[in-house]
C-alpha cells in the first residue's frame, strides 16, 4: 500500500505553527535559541519558498546551535512505519554570495530529517559547487539519546560535485526501519545506502535550512563573515510505502 502526503502550503509561512514553524531549542536557562536570521528576505510565488538570508547569527558555546542560521520545522511530524518505507522528496535551488570557493560548510541549502526521540538526523546539504548527504546521531540539547554499546553519537558526511550547480535539483532520502536502511537520490539516481542504521528512528520533523558548519574554536564561532545564502525549496513529497494485508 502507497500513501502520499505534500508538506508546502508556503503561503503560511508567516502564520507560524500552522503548517511550518521556526525551528530552534529550548537551554536550560528556560529561554529558546532561535534559528531565525533577522533580515531574511521571505518569498513565496508559484508555490516555491524562497530565503535570502545574509548571516548573522551565532552561538559561541553550542556547535549544533551555532550551526543553523535559519530553519522552518514542520508542525507535524511524519510516522515511520514498523514495516515499509518512509521517502521524503525534495527540489531545491542554492545559490551563495561571499562564501569561500569549493567549501560547501561555509554556507549552504538544508533539507534536514530530525527524528528528537533518538537524535538522527538525516540531510542533503546543497552549496554553490558541491553537495553532500549527512548521515548522523547527534546530541540534540533536550534530546536522550538511547545509549549503546557502540559509537553512540555520529555524523557522516558524503560529499559531491556530481549536480546542477546553482540550479533545482531533486532530492531524496529513503528510511526504511525494518531493513534498517537508508537511501539517498540525486535527480532520480542512487547516490549512497547506509545499511545496518544502529539505531531505529521513529519519526521526522521536516526542516528546511540555511546552515554553515564550522567547528567551535577556543574563542568561540567562527562561522559568519558576511556571506549570504539564498535558498529556494519546493513543496516536500512524503510517500508511505507498507506492504500489502
Excluded at 502526503?5 to 503561503?11: N, P, Q
Excluded at 528510511?175 to 539505531?199: C, H, I, Q, T
Aim: aromatic share 12%.
Amino acid at each position: 500500500m502507497e500513501t502520499r502526503r505534500i508538506f508546502g502550503d508556503f503561503h503560511t509561512i508567516l502564520n507560524e505553527g500552522e503548517v511550518w514553524k521556526i525551528g530552534g531549542f529550548p537551554l536550560p536557562d528556560g529561554s529558546f535559541w532561535e534559528y531565525r536570521e533577522p533580515d531574511a528576505v521571505v518569498i513565496v510565488r508559484n508555490g516555491i519558498l524562497y530565503v535570502r538570508a545574509p548571516l548573522s547569527r551565532k552561538h559561541d558555546k553550542v556547535q549544533i546551535l551555532d550551526n543553523a542560521k535559519h530553519m522552518y520545522y514542520s508542525v507535524e511530524d511524519v510516522e515511520v512505519p514498523e514495516n515499509g518505507e518512509a521517502s521524503f522528496e525534495v527540489q531545491i535551488r542554492a545559490r551563495t554570495q561571499g562564501t569561500a570557493p569549493g567549501d560547501l560548510y561555509d554556507g549552504y541549502v538544508s533539507l534536514n530529517l530530525l527524528d528528537f526521540t533518538t537524535g538522527a538526523a538525516l540531510d542533503f546539504f546543497a552549496g554553490n559547487d558541491k553537495y553532500a548527504s549527512v548521515y548522523a546521531v547527534l546530541p540534540f540539547p533536550g534530546v536522550e539519546v538511547p545509549p549503546s554499546d557502540k559509537t553512540r553519537y555520529f555524523c557522516i558526511f558524503k560529499e559531491d560535485t556530481g549536480f546542477k550547480a546553482r540550479e533545482f535539483n531533486t532530492y531524496k532520502i529513503a528510511y526504511n526501519r525494518a531493513e534498517d536502511e537508508v537511501v539517498f537520490y540525486l535527480n532520480g539516481s542512487e547516490v549512497r545506502r547506509e545499511k545496518g542504521v544502529p539505531v531505529k528512528f521513529n519519526r521526522f520533523t521536516i526542516a528546511l535550512g540555511i546552515m554553515t558548519e564550522k567547528d567551535l574554536t577556543p574563542e568561540g564561532s567562527v562561522s559568519v563573515h558576511g556571506q549570504t545564502v539564498i535558498a529556494e525549496y519546493s513543496p516536500v513529497t512524503v510517500t508511505i510505502k507498507t506492504p500489502d494485508v
